[in-house]
């Protein structure tokens, strides 16, 4: 009597060589700051492997310290288990050589640029770098939101696959991609990166190429007045907050929203917008500048308009009045 013919399951699937290629199984990320550490976590999260690039070893090693922090507090407030975040710094890798980004299926922007002439000229020069190195079906994107990605695509070679996608990233619950394309970007790129945003479990939306986008041009103008209110002793910082969270049902005040995103960050926000457009209410207040002057930037460093502990919690006001 013959032998029974055992069939396994895995005789039916593709051999590894056969399998078709997941559309992303790995993301490039040029800039690991506190915008690019967020991006790579959020990646990370959802399973594909991380490349980020960075000017020196010791930015790495502070990219990988506090993307560590990060996970940490959320490993105390039940965020994450430990296994997860050990899986997620697992998909992370830092490198100093674009050559790491040769086999990524999309390269992210994520650099931070001190002016706006320096934004356009730094940002383009990067896209070329990355161009050099990459495949030619790799999609190059940007995640700011007040540089024109029409100004950004002319200087590559394949300019169709070049795109904005900014990624809010100023509240754990924001689930909004705003998707941008130039006047290059081809629809498989646009429709890829759409696919993109819903693995990363956001909702997108199409955007018109505008200084700003939606979300920029609500939130900075908001904080600006919220500045003038303070300013004119309607109301103390802590009130004025409280509030915008109880009334407009915020998840942080004008001023929290502030140190949160960077003090810095939203003075670049509204310069390129005030330049872009020339109304006042893009044009930055003293408050702001002030704040920045005296490296009171925000959360990330302990103090803005609020004191912070180490681990990011608010303890009080930093100032009695302005």
Wanted: aromatic share 8%; hydrophobic share 40%.
């Amino acid at each position: 009597m013959s032998e029974p013919i055992i069939e396994r399951v895995e005789d039916f699937a593709l051999s590894k060589s056969d399998r078709p290629k997941a559309e992303f199984e790995k993301v490039g990320i040029v800039g690991c700051g506190s915008t690019g550490q967020k991006l790579a976590i959020m990646i990370a999260k959802r399973g594909i492997d991380v490349i980020f690039i960075e000017l020196s070893e010791q930015k790495i090693e502070d990219a990988f310290k506090e993307m560590k922090e990060e996970l940490e507090y959320e490993l105390n407030h039940w965020g994450v288990t430990e296994g997860e975040m050990k899986a997620v710094l697992g998909r992370i890798n830092g490198s100093l050589d674009y050559q790491e980004l040769s086999d990524c299926d999309m390269v992210i922007e994520a650099i931070l640029s001190k002016t706006r002439e320096n934004a356009k000229e730094t940002r383009k020069i990067l896209f070329k770098k990355i161009e050099d190195h990459v495949s030619r079906n790799t999609i190059i994107a940007t995640n700011s939101t007040t540089v024109a990605i029409t100004e950004l695509a002319s200087v590559l070679k394949y300019k169709d696959r070049c795109i904005s996608m900014h990624v809010s990233l100023t509240s754990p619950h924001a689930k909004l991609v705003e998707v941008v394309k130039s006047l290059y970007t081809n629809d498989e790129v646009c429709a890829n990166v759409q696919k993109f945003s819903v693995l990363l479990g956001k909702k997108f939306i199409r955007v018109a190429e505008s200084s700003g986008l939606i979300t920029v041009r609500l939130f900075a103008p908001m904080i600006n007045e919220a500045c003038d209110i303070l300013m004119e002793s309607v109301a103390k910082m802590e009130v004025i907050d409280f509030a915008a969270r109880n009334s407009l049902n915020l998840p942080l005040g004008p001023f929290e929203m502030a140190d949160k995103i960077g003090i810095d960050k939203v003075i670049r926000w509204l310069e390129n917008m005030y330049e872009e457009f020339g109304d006042l209410r893009y044009k930055a207040s003293p408050i702001l500048k002030r704040l920045a002057r005296s490296q009171h930037t925000g959360r990330k460093i302990g103090q803005g308009f609020y004191i912070y502990d180490d681990y990011g919690t608010k303890i009080r006001p930093a100032f009695s009045e302005f």
